[in-house]
Nanobody
């Protein structure tokens, strides 16, 4: 049974930082693309960042987080991370970790991911 468990969310002031973690089990982690998505109340789930399974681990970011967020993975510990800096109130939402059985490049659409975590809440105060 595949499990993705997020942690690290919380309440921080604008300009602050958070580091999200996602622990994966029940899958061959090193052979899956990984992504982070977020969902604000009343809005659709949106892509935040993705990292490929392949050697070199190519990374992809939404324009809104480029230069502020960094995705990384540890294939020994079966974990993926999202380092978030210079946080803004617009970054508020539930953040979800997702895994994709690779069929090409890292997907940017939520529908293309096969497994999901339960989410961790990030709230940025102004």
């Amino acid at each position: 049974q595949v499990q993705l468990v997020e942690s690290g969310g919380g309440l921080v002031q604008a300009g602050g930082s958070l580091r999200l973690s996602c622990a994966a089990s029940g899958l061959t982690f090193s052979l899956h693309n990984m992504g982070w998505f977020r969902q604000a109340p009343g809005k659709e789930r949106e892509f935040v960042a993705g990292i490929s399974w392949s050697a070199g681990s190519s990374t992809y970011y939404a324009d809104s987080v480029k230069g502020r967020f960094t995705i990384s993975r540890d294939n020994v510990k079966n974990m993926v991370f999202l380092e978030m800096n210079s946080l803004k109130p617009d970054d508020t939402g539930a953040y979800y970790c997702a895994a994709n059985e690779p069929r090409g490049v890292v997907p940017l659409k939520a529908a293309d991911y096969d497994y999901w975590g339960q989410g961790t809440q990030v709230t940025i105060s102004s």
